[in-house]
């Protein structure tokens, strides 16, 4: 039977990626504007979060990781915020770098209820400077003798470039340090020898070059797909039909969604990324890492807005009859 991992042992990880703040607006909507037929928001909270790379942090460090910061933020008000939230929080960011050509990306979301009415991104998605990137590069090259596990989390907010996803791979694959990668890039040859890369079904598509239609042609793409860019293994998330695994040898492993309400999906493929490389630095194999993941998702996904998922949370799941019952026929058929 399945059964969470624990800690033994170094448990260090570097996140590298980009880091965002996600600030959301919640009110009440009780009539329409008279200037313009949209709703009127009544405003009686506001709150900020990690957002992108920074919610991969948070949820690492929810589950018990010792994790190492690096990436850009601009010289202003979010950036100051999101460097004290991270310290705050415990991680270490001395390759948390200033960049005062851009702003600190900031995704503002207005909700009513459980409900999204409108989102405003402020960002800056051209490539970081070389200086920047080379940065970034002497850091991970000085954590690389201790750390366990290298996640990317690529949101093209252009700290990610090719040239240094491609020198942060070659690194890692020389090191045998292990990297997880998340990307929304259509192109992903420079994550090319990543041990494992998460893209949802849409990326998938992108990256196959044709829309996929049937299972048959979901299978060939990831086989596809999977080979074309040297992974160790390809996990695909699916939204409602769960997540698929293509490893390198072997049939893919497709397990359901452990999901029973879903109230926000925002940031869930950080959570999912997090677990992964949670499950898989603690001993599970990857089929009980990504077991695990789904767990995890289905705890987050059940939260709204941004958020974190905890070992205690993902336990007490594991109480509910349907999650039992799901563990069962994901492992057994």
């Known amino acids: 039977m399945f059964t969470l991992p624990s800690w033994s042992g170094k448990r260090d990880i570097i ?3 980009d880091l965002m703040v996600d600030k959301y607006y919640a009110g009440r909507v009780s009539r329409i504007s008279p ?7 009544h405003v009686h909270d506001t709150r900020r979060v990690l957002g992108g790379a920074g919610n991969v942090i948070a949820n690492l460090l929810a ?5 190492s910061v690096a990436g850009i933020v601009g010289l202003d ?9 991270l310290l705050g929080l415990g991680a270490e960011a001395a390759g948390l770098f200033d960049d005062p050509s851009r702003p600190t990306a ?3 979301r207005v909700m009513s209820g459980r409900h999204q009415m409108i989102r405003l991104d402020w960002e800056e998605t051209n490539n970081i400077p070389e200086s920047l990137e080379e940065d970034i590069y002497r850091i991970l090259e000085g954590k690389v003798p201790s750390i366990q596990a290298v996640l990317l989390s690529d949101y093209k907010k252009g700290c990610l470039t090719s040239s240094l996803t491609k020198k942060i791979i070659d690194l890692c694959l020389h090191a045998g340090v292990p990297v997880f990668a998340d990307t929304k890039v259509r192109d992903p040859r420079y994550f090319s020898g990543a041990t494992i890369l998460t893209p949802n079904l849409s990326e998938l598509e992108e990256m196959y070059g044709k829309e996929i239609r049937s299972e048959s042609q979901f299978i060939e793409a990831g086989k596809e797909v999977r080979e074309r860019y040297n992974l160790e293994y390809l996990l695909v998330t699916r939204g409602e ?4 695994l293509f490893p390198k040898t072997g049939d893919p492993w497709t397990i359901g969604t452990a ?4 109230y926000d999906v925002t940031g869930a493929g950080d959570t999912v990324l997090a677990a992964l490389a949670i499950g898989v630095m603690t001993g599970l194999n990857v089929k009980e890492a990504m077991l695990l993941a789904t767990l995890a998702a289905r705890v987050v996904i059940s939260k709204v807005g941004t958020a974190q998922v905890t070992f ?6 594991l109480k509910d009859y349907h999650v039992k019952e799901f563990i069962h026929h994901a492992m057994y058929g």
């Open 15 to 17: 996140v590298i990626g």
């Open 35 to 41: 200037e313009a037929p949209v709703p009127i928001v």
């Open 63 to 67: 589950l018990g990781a010792n994790v």
């Open 77 to 85: 008000e979010e950036g100051k915020w999101l460097k004290e939230e």
């Open 106 to 108: 900031v995704k503002t």
């Open 241 to 244: 039909r769960g997540m698929s």
């Open 259 to 262: 999901a029973k309400e879903v």
């Open 312 to 317: 205690d949370e993902i336990s007490e799941s």
